[in-house]
């Protein structure tokens, strides 16, 4: 994954296509600096010999949480009248999409907090905890986190 990111950003640079450019360094950066925390966490752990390298899972997450942080910086920039930048951001989330796995459909996405809510045994809103703890880790990066609590907001309080 990351080294379709740095084929991606050689090609981004030989077009001379900025936003991407800027975008893929970004990402690049981030990668880089969460391998260097797990490179101190296995030496802390004096696990000295055992590999750096993110996961795909990891590097898609952290792609997530990159495009989430735009989508919260949208919100900001329309709050603030400024679409110039709104669309800046947009475009970035467009280039960092193409790096995600599709998105699940609500009609999904319910489907698999249904069968949550079943081997959970969840009734109340109380057990909303335990439900989400369960959904989470099957729908990483294809569906936000506020998304999956509304859901299941409402299926256990219809």
Same mark, same amino acid.
Request: glycine letters at 4%; hydrophobic letters at 35%.
């Given at each position: 994954?990351?080294? =379709?990111? #740095? #084929?991606? =950003?050689?090609? *981004? !640079?030989? *077009?001379?296509?900025?936003?991407?450019?800027?975008? !893929?360094?970004?990402?690049?950066?981030?990668? #880089?600096?969460?391998? @260097?925390?797990?490179?101190?966490? $296995?030496?802390?752990?004096?696990?000295?010999?055992?590999?750096?390298? $993110?996961?795909?899972?990891?590097? &898609?997450? =952290?792609?997530?949480?990159?495009?989430?942080?735009?989508?919260? /910086?949208?919100?900001?920039?329309?709050?603030?009248?400024? #679409?110039? !930048?709104?669309?800046?951001?947009?475009?970035?989330? !467009?280039? &960092? @999409? %193409?790096?995600?796995?599709?998105?699940? /459909?609500?009609?999904?996405?319910?489907?698999?907090?249904?069968?949550?809510?079943?081997?959970?045994? *969840?009734?109340?809103? +109380?057990?909303?905890? %335990?439900?989400?703890?369960?959904?989470?880790? +099957?729908?990483?990066?294809? *569906?936000?986190?506020?998304?999956?609590?509304?859901?299941? @907001?409402?299926? =256990?309080?219809?």
């Amino acid at each position: 994954m990351k080294k =379709l990111i #740095q #084929q991606d =950003l050689n090609n *981004a !640079l030989k *077009a001379k296509q900025e936003l991407g450019v800027s975008v !893929l360094r970004g990402i690049l950066a981030v990668i #880089q600096a969460k391998e @260097k925390e797990k490179i101190y966490q $296995l030496n802390k752990l004096n696990k000295n010999n055992e590999k750096a390298e $993110l996961t795909k899972e990891e590097i &898609l997450n =952290l792609i997530f949480s990159e495009s989430k942080k735009r989508e919260e /910086s949208i919100q900001e920039f329309k709050k603030g009248n400024r #679409q110039d !930048l709104v669309e800046k951001e947009e475009e970035e989330i !467009l280039i &960092l @999409k %193409k790096y995600l796995p599709e998105p699940l /459909s609500e009609l999904e996405l319910k489907e698999i907090i249904k069968k949550a809510i079943e081997n959970t045994k *969840a009734t109340q809103m +109380q057990d909303i905890k %335990k439900v989400i703890a369960e959904v989470m880790p +099957q729908v990483k990066s294809r *569906a936000r986190g506020d998304q999956v609590g509304k859901i299941v @907001k409402e299926m =256990l309080c219809p």
